[in-house]
């Protein structure tokens, strides 16, 4: 009998244990704010420790308190990690500062005090878990504009293209068998990428998100081609499979997807789960129907991928062309600009990997991408 008192109590304080261990770590820990800003465009990202369920709200100017205006989110379940930074000046013309704090028990407010913005927009990316605050200001030059400009031959603002190297730094991307690291090749590919367009489009700028070997968040590499107003932005990558066999170019934007093959690229690049990038998915869908980039985008990615494995394959006889898929890359989220995101080979198949050493197969395929986003700005349909 004792004993069987002695097991049920042995249990109880098991469950008990169990229990609040799991209430403990079901709390959203706020854990930081980082922000990238420029005159039109500031983005704002909180760091969690886990997937958060909040609210979000703009507050007019309140002279009777002396507040300007103010664009708060609330994270339910949470609490601040000890030692955060609580405010954040920002001061870009934008925004003022960012401000955290314990709202009541169970929630952590943040707000974002308003010097003056045109528009906003807040969602939430998973692996690290994080809500990003994207705000706009008014003077935002015309793309349009430019484009034409670009057309009839004459000098406007100059186009500005942002080309992204993927990956970089404690991030290495896809490894080849023989141990080729794929941040590498899309530093390379990039460099060239640059090169090229430089030569062919004088007086266009052209940015790298990274030009060395760094670590850079997706988060930030949007940000930057948010900041500086870019007209194009390309992500470069190299692809992989257990397949050793797979091979091709491929070209992605951001759309929706059943195919599982787009599904599993998307979520290796994301470093997240297929269901969790599906889930975000769902909730930014319309807004990217709404959005007059995705069409762009589709042109885009059409003319650089008929470019690129065109390219290719006059010189390498087995390239294969993958054609151009939507999918959902975080880095793609929220850009405001024709973007897309281009797999230039597989890494895993052992003869691409070979080639993925040799510069000018690196060329080939810089002058590809180059050639496809030239046709792009002269209007070329598809
Ligand atoms: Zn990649």
């Known amino acids: 009998m004792k004993v069987r008192v002695k097991v049920l109590i042995s249990v109880f304080v098991t469950l008990c244990v169990l229990l609040s261990a799991g209430l403990a770590s079901a709390v959203v820990h706020v854990k930081g704010v980082r922000y990238w800003s420029s005159k039109n465009y500031t983005r704002v990202v909180v760091d969690l420790d886990r997937k958060p369920s909040y609210t979000y709200r703009l507050l007019r100017k309140d002279p009777s308190i002396g507040k300007p205006p103010r664009l708060y989110v609330d994270i339910k379940g949470a609490a601040l990690k000890n030692g955060i930074k609580k405010v954040v000046p920002i001061d ?10 314990q709202y009541n028990k169970d929630t952590v407010r943040v707000v974002l005090d308003i010097k003056s913005i045109a528009s906003y927009k807040v969602f939430h990316l998973f692996n690290p878990h994080r809500i990003v605050i994207d705000v706009r ?27 992204d190297p993927g990956h970089g730094g404690k991030d290495p991307g896809a490894i080849g068998r023989r141990g080729l690291k794929e941040k590498d090749v899309t530093l390379k590919v990039s460099k060239l990428l640059k090169w090229e367009l430089r030569k062919r489009l004088k007086s266009s ?34 692809n992989a499979s257990y397949k050793r066999t797979a091979q091709g170019v491929e070209t992605y934007y951001l759309g929706s997807t059943q195919d599982e093959e787009a599904l599993r690229v998307a979520a290796r690049e994301n470093a997240t789960t297929a269901s969790e990038t599906t889930e975000i998915l769902q909730y930014i869908i319309k807004d990217l129907e709404r959005s007059g980039n995705q069409q762009e985008s589709i042109r885009l990615a059409s003319l650089v991928q008929e470019s690129l494995a065109g390219r290719l394959k006059s010189r390498y006889r087995d390239v294969k062309s993958n054609g151009i898929k939507g999918a959902l890359f975080y880095v793609l989220v929220n850009c405001d600009m024709p973007s897309i995101l281009v797999e230039v080979s597989f890494i895993t198949n052992p003869r691409d990997e070979k080639r993925l050493r040799n510069s000018a197969y690196l060329r080939e395929i810089a002058r590809g991408i180059a050639d496809g986003i030239i046709r792009y700005l002269n209007g070329e349909k598809t």
């Open 92 to 101: 870009d013309g934008l925004l003022m500062r960012a401000r955290v704090g």
């Open 137 to 163: 200001g008014e003077g935002k030059p015309s793309r349009k504009e430019t484009l034409k400009a670009h057309r009839a031959g004459k000098r406007h603002r100059g186009l500005v293209i942002v080309i």
């Open 205 to 238: 700028k052209i940015v790298l998100t990274r030009d060395r070997d760094v670590y850079i968040a997706l988060d930030e590499r949007t940000a930057i081609a948010n900041s500086v107003d870019a007209d194009i932005f390309v992500s470069v990558h190299v």
